[in-house]
């Protein structure tokens, strides 16, 4: 069973920090891993996919890399700014499953 | 523009009032699914479509209908809503079911 596990959990920054968030997964067997934005109360904005034969996805200042031996992936942020505030959320992707799993998210406040 | 619609956006209504939740895409996908979101729980797939008149059961499906007449709608039907289903719901759709997912804006339901 595919399990996901985002670190940190929360997190709270001055903005123009450069920022790693961090998310491991059981099952290395995946197809593809998308990274996600959810702003409060609202839907998910996808924001990066990478194919599992991918080292690496750039997207602006997003930049996401898998390392589908050891079950990790990682979306780094720089120079945050406020708008970059939200829940961020890891899915990984395995045809076995035929559904997204989900990490229960990282939380980033980003203060002026 | 490509997108996922959902309708209604909110929705208060009592135990035992059949209600759907309606889902469209516009991206010609072949792949629909619906994603529950809770508190502590993170985002579980209720049931999926690989295709017209394909429909499988997700991790969460008791309680929930699903039917896939045409390739761009997949409504959620809830015959008999009980206050454990209060939720937000989320439709999501991809070209198959390995590729990149894009979700709807999302359903607030309050069951009383």
């Known amino acids: 069973k595919q399990e996901v596990t985002q670190i940190p959990a929360a997190l709270s920054v001055p903005e123009g920090e450069n920022l790693v968030l961090n998310c491991s997964f059981t099952?290395?067997?995946?197809?593809?891993l998308q990274w996600f934005r959810q702003d409060p109360g609202k839907g998910l904005t996808s924001l990066l996919l990478i194919q599992s034969s991918q080292r690496e996805q750039t997207s602006g200042r997003l930049n996401a890399s898998l390392d589908k031996s050891s079950g990790r992936s990682t979306l780094y942020i720089a120079a945050s700014q406020p708008g970059d505030s939200a829940t961020y959320l890891c899915a990984p992707n395995s045809g076995g499953y035929n559904k997204l799993i989900f990490g229960a998210g990282t939380r980033l406040a980003v203060h002026p | 523009e490509a997108q996922v619609t959902q309708n209604p956006r909110y929705l208060i209504t009592v135990t035992g009032k059949k209600l759907t939740v309606t889902c469209s895409q516009n991206m010609n996908h072949e792949y629909m699914s619906w994603y529950r979101q809770d508190p502590g729980l993170g985002l579980r797939q209720i049931y999926y479509s690989m295709n017209v008149e394909v429909t499988d059961k997700g991790d969460v499906p008791e309680g929930y209908k699903v039917s896939r007449k045409e390739k761009r709608n997949f409504p959620l039907i809830l015959e008999s809503p009980s206050p454990n289903q209060t939720s937000l719901y989320f439709c999501?759709?991809?070209?198959?079911?390995?590729?990149?997912?894009?979700f709807g804006p999302g359903t607030r339901l309050t069951v009383t």
């Open positions: 999501a759709s991809s070209r198959q079911g390995l590729g990149e997912q894009y």
């Open positions: 099952d290395s067997a995946i197809y593809n």
